[in-house]
């Protein structure tokens, strides 16, 4: 008898943690880093621990969260370390497109960046030689590279833009922090949870809350890779010069056209030699229809 009293303790504070997972979990798009102790997580590490004898209070749980991750955020706002990430685009023409692709390669592996994509067009007789790349330059020598990369070939233009993320850092770091803090609870917890039901209960929380934490933290890691890595994308140009092929005076152009338009009547000539047998049997369809017709048309006269 004595048990059940701290059975029903543990699972009523379960039940409690449940409840403010779900509501904080759909308010997250909303939460606030200034004020973290609203968020799902802190309110839950301070109601479950309310039914566990020597579990710390909610002030020392909320404070935790608060000075140590909001407070923390703000300084590292005014002090001016902020999240940035770079984005931009550049055009260059050169005389070899293909021979500048991998020079850019090269200054941009040297930056200690990486290459994301990379398409190479060869000059043909209808187009000339292109490239372009996606590339990935630490942020660091971001300044540094595209002054390299400009001296491939005639810059066209350049366009770099930057975006402040750091609000939306310091929300995903406040949650991580606080969802960390649930699952070692949620943990403590579990270890205490004498029933079954008690213990399905702190499962089901704690999968829950892991899923979460997983979700958030992949989030985090690719807004940090952005930051750490501007991403620019590059395309190159050759300069405008005559086709290998293609017709460098009048009667050469004559003699092209010329080759053209037999080339077009051959092309012609072959579809309808692929068209005339459906065109014989259309026809002989239509010659049966119509002697069908007439003969039922002659027999209504006769009649």
Do not use: H
Not at 247 to 264: E, H, N, R, S
Request: aromatic letters at 4%.
């Amino acid at each position: 008898m004595k048990r059940f009293p701290a059975a029903a303790a543990l699972l009523a504070a379960v039940l409690l943690l449940a409840g403010c997972s779900a509501s904080g979990s759909s308010n997250d798009a909303g939460s606030s880093v200034s004020n973290p102790g609203t968020g799902a997580v802190t309110g839950d590490g301070t109601t479950k621990d309310s039914g566990v004898v020597g579990a710390p209070q909610a002030g020392d749980a909320a404070g935790s969260v608060t000075s140590g991750s909001a407070a923390g955020s703000t300084s590292e706002v005014a002090t001016g370390q902020r999240d940035v990430i770079m984005t931009g685009s550049m055009s260059i023409t050169a005389k070899d497109p293909i021979k500048a692709t991998q020079d850019a390669v090269t200054i941009t592996e040297q930056a200690g960046g990486r290459i994301d994509s990379r398409t190479e067009n060869p000059a043909t007789e209808n187009q000339q030689a292109s490239a372009t790349l996606t590339l990935r330059i630490p942020s660091g020598a971001l300044d540094r590279t595209v002054t390299d990369l400009k001296k491939l070939g005639t810059v066209n233009f350049v366009s770099l833009n930057a975006s402040d993320i750091t609000q939306q850092t310091q929300d995903l770091d406040a949650r991580i922090t606080a969802l960390k803090t649930s699952v070692d609870r949620l943990l403590t917890l579990m270890q205490q949870a004498t029933t079954t039901t008690d213990l399905i209960a702190i499962e089901g929380t704690l999968s829950q809350r892991q899923a979460d934490l997983e979700s958030l933290q992949s989030q985090r890691n690719f807004l940090s890779d952005q930051v750490d890595f501007s991403t620019i994308t590059l395309s190159l140009y050759s300069t405008g010069t005559v086709a290998p092929g293609a017709p460098g005076d009048f009667w050469t152009a004559i003699g092209a056209g010329w080759a053209a338009l037999v080339g077009a009547l051959g092309a012609a000539l072959v579809g309808i030699g692929y068209a005339l047998p459906w065109i014989a049997l259309v026809g002989v369809l239509a010659l049966i229809v119509i002697l069908i017709v007439r003969m039922s048309r002659r027999k209504g006269k006769a009649a």
